[in-house]
């Protein structure tokens, strides 16, 4: 069998800990033969560090001269789109990470190229392959919560502001805690409620830490570059009446130091994600069920294994192009509603 040959864009962090090393664990499936970064230097450091034959700093030039399979777009936010883009259009697969860009017109350009293109499009949600949430995903298939009809999230960190990359810079990123942090949360309810259409978002965001100078836990940041918003709080109602109440910080004065959870209400019953549990009533007793024994997962080497075997034709992906485009619209319009400080209608 040939192998899929996979090429890297943008060389910093998430690809040097996640991706590559994720893909070289599959070498029955795949050769990782270039790296891309707009730094030279960088993708060269990285190409050697992992042996990989190939480097460029111009991913036209690396997708004209190499015949890809797949491409992995680990740039900051801004630039996923045209990245994935030109991927798709050159007859690649996509793992994009995640959010899925910075706005919602660019996750539907991306959903259109690979839809054009017949390539899958597919991001790196990799909470959705923790153990911890599928346990509770077949809970929610077996029908034992009901109805779920409505969720809480929360990723919230006490003093959390990254201190280095662009996490504090509005237009590199998109945005704070809400596209970074949040999404990840926010990807988890959906899958677990099995995306609902939304009807509306109503939500607020402060920027009432990040921008003076203060105690950091994850490094130290310039309060005069921090452009995010430093929380975001709010309120989405779905067409089928369902709703999730969201919570998302970098930097909040609340106890813990950092909580990053989802909390499901049905009708039969209900669940907490992390750690897992069921909270329901049998036989006339109120009753909790723990999942104790569970074995941590590597969610990241089971997302990069799942979209090698979707790029094989053995699998469909787990998180669609689609899903990517309703996550991109809510941010859209929880943005927006903090903005005009009404509710914004999907
Ligand atoms: N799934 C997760 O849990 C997770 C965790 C961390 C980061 N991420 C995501 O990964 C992405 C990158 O984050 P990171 O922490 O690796 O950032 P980083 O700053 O460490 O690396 C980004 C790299 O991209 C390069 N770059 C910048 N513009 C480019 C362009 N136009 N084309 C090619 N390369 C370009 C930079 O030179 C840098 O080397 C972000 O979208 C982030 O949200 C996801």
Redesign the pocket.
Known sequence: MRKLKVGI????????M?HIPNYFKYLEFVETVSV????LD?AKYIAEKFHIPYYFSN?EEMLEKLELDAVSV???????A??AIAALNSGCHVLC???PAVSADEAERMTQAAKENGKILTY???FRYSEEIQAIKKFIVAEELGDVYAAKIEALRRRGIPG???FINKEI?GGGPL??IGV?MLDAALYLMGYPEVDYVSASTYRRIGDKAGVGLMGSWDPKQFTVEDSAFGYIRFKNSASILFQTSFALNMKERSIMNVHLFGEKAGASVFPPAIYTEKHGNLLDIELPFLQEADR?SKSIRHFIEACLGNEAVLCTAEEGLMIQRIIDAIYRSAEIGQAVKL
């Open positions: 864009i943008g060389a910093g962090q998430i690809a040097e996640t891309m970064d707009v730094n960088r991913y680990c740039t900051p936010n801004k630039f996923h045209e990245a990470e995640k959010p790196n949600f990799h280095w990359g662009a990123q596209i970074d990840h990241h």
